[in-house]
Every structure is written in structure tokens, then in C-alpha cells.
């Protein structure tokens, strides 16, 4: 079984400033890993994946993720966050092997609220 | 592209009543998922349909919860006699399966209040 620890329940940051949201996970077996966003009473929007290949991804609006395999981390960051970034940001998992027909369920860690101000 | 449908967007009913909710997918796709969202935390997965077969349910799907996808169209869930625990973001996302494609499209949820 999977579980995500996201270690900041929520971050301050002003406007301009660099940000850095913390996921930890846990697995037994290799995983695929996520950043989704979610803005107020809406779903949630895939910010980037980590599949293979390079550990630094690039995803929309500006962020970027990187996975340490040592570390079992993938965090988020973005070098100048703007107000519109006030969100609230979601770390998965899935399991990398999943068996043929398999569900490509995720597995979210809590959340880390992400409050930009002026 | 219209993107995940989900109908109605709120919901309020009193404990005991069942209520159904709609997702219809993006139409390409052949993988529809429910999660649950309660205040706090992160979604939960509920299940899972691949076309118009039931393929996975979590143990938080209770017997009062059941879930269809008649067609491999549109999906249902319903709950039966709902419980203030009830309470709660439904999310439906759909996505397609092709090789090494992951990440799903996510609908606006339906949220439910049980007074």
C-alpha cells in the first residue's frame, strides 16, 4: 500500500517570493507521482507527473516538481508565486506496475494550503 | 472537449433520504473513477469502472453506495439512507487508457450536506 505525507498543512508566502510545498511518500513497490491543484469548490487540475526519465519536471503555470528516489520526495516549487496561485495543492501516487486492467487509483496526501498575499 | 460533468453541483438532504448523482465523462474515455473528499483531507478512491464493468470498489463503499455505468457512458452513484458522515465533495474523473498516459480529468464535484 501507498500513503503521501504532505508535511505543511499551510504556507504563507508573499507575492513574488519563491515557494516550496513538501511530499513525502511511502511505497512498497515503484510509483508514478503527482501535483494536482485546487482551486475553491472546484476540482482538481493536473499540475505535473513524474513517470521516468529526468527527476526535475515542468508542469503548467510555472511549477516544477523534483523526484528523489532516496528520499522517497517530490516536491513542488515555483521560483515567483502570484496571488492567482492562492490554491490549495494535492500530492499523489499510483502504483508503477499496476497488473493489466488495473485501476490507475490515486492516492492524495492531505493537502498543503497555499496562501499568497500582497 | 467539454470536459467531467458532474450534476447537481450541491446537494442538501436530510439524514436518511438517498440521493443519486451524475457524472458524465469526457467521451473518448473509457476509465471513469469515483473519490470522496471530506473537509481537510485529500480525496479518497471509491471506485473504479473500466467501460461498463465495476472493476475495483474501496472498502469506504459501503453496502448503502452503489455505482453504475450503464453503456460505458455516463455514471451514477447513489447513496441509500445517507448518514451526516455522508457529508462530502464527490469527485468523478475520467481518463483514457493508452500506454504510459497517466493523470486523469477531474470534474468540478458534486458537494453533499446531510443535515
Known amino acids: 500500500a501507498q500513503s503521501v505525507t504532505q508535511l505543511d498543512s499551510q504556507v504563507p508566502v508573499f507575492e513574488e517570493a519563491p515557494v516550496e510545498l513538501r511530499c513525502n511518500y511511502s511505497s512498497s513497490v515503484s510509483v508514478y507521482l503527482f501535483w494536482y491543484v485546487q482551486y475553491p469548490n472546484q476540482g482538481l487540475q493536473l499540475l505535473l507527473k513524474y513517470l521516468s526519465g529526468s527527476t526535475l519536471v515542468k508542469g503548467i503555470n510555472g511549477f516544477e516538481a523534483e523526484f528523489n528516489k532516496s528520499q522517497t520526495s517530490f516536491h513542488l516549487r515555483k521560483p515567483s508565486v502570484h496571488i492567482s496561485d492562492t490554491a490549495e495543492y494535492f500530492c499523489?501516487?499510483?502504483?508503477?506496475?499496476?497488473?493489466?486492467?488495473?485501476?490507475?487509483?490515486?492516492?492524495f496526501g492531505k493537502g498543503t494550503k497555499l496562501t499568497v498575499n500582497p | 472537449d467539454t470536459g467531467v460533468s458532474q450534476d447537481p453541483r450541491h446537494k442538501i438532504t436530510k439524514r436518511g433520504q438517498n440521493v443519486t448523482f451524475r457524472c458524465d465523462p469526457i467521451s473518448e474515455h473509457n476509465r471513469l473513477y469515483w473519490y470522496r473528499q471530506t473537509l481537510g483531507q485529500g480525496p479518497e478512491f471509491l471506485t473504479y469502472f473500466q467501460n461498463e464493468a465495476q472493476l475495483e470498489k474501496s472498502r469506504l463503499l459501503s453496502d448503502r453506495f452503489s455505482a453504475e455505468r450503464p453503456k460505458g457512458s455516463f455514471s451514477t452513484l447513489e447513496i441509500q439512507r445517507t448518514e451526516q458522515g455522508d457529508s462530502a465533495m464527490y469527485l468523478c474523473a475520467s481518463s483514457l487508457e493508452v500506454r504510459r498516459v497517466y493523470g486523469y480529468t477531474f470534474g468540478s464535484g458534486t458537494r453533499l450536506t446531510v443535515v
Open positions: 499523489a501516487v499510483t502504483e508503477r506496475y499496476r497488473t493489466q486492467g488495473g485501476s490507475e487509483k490515486l492516492v
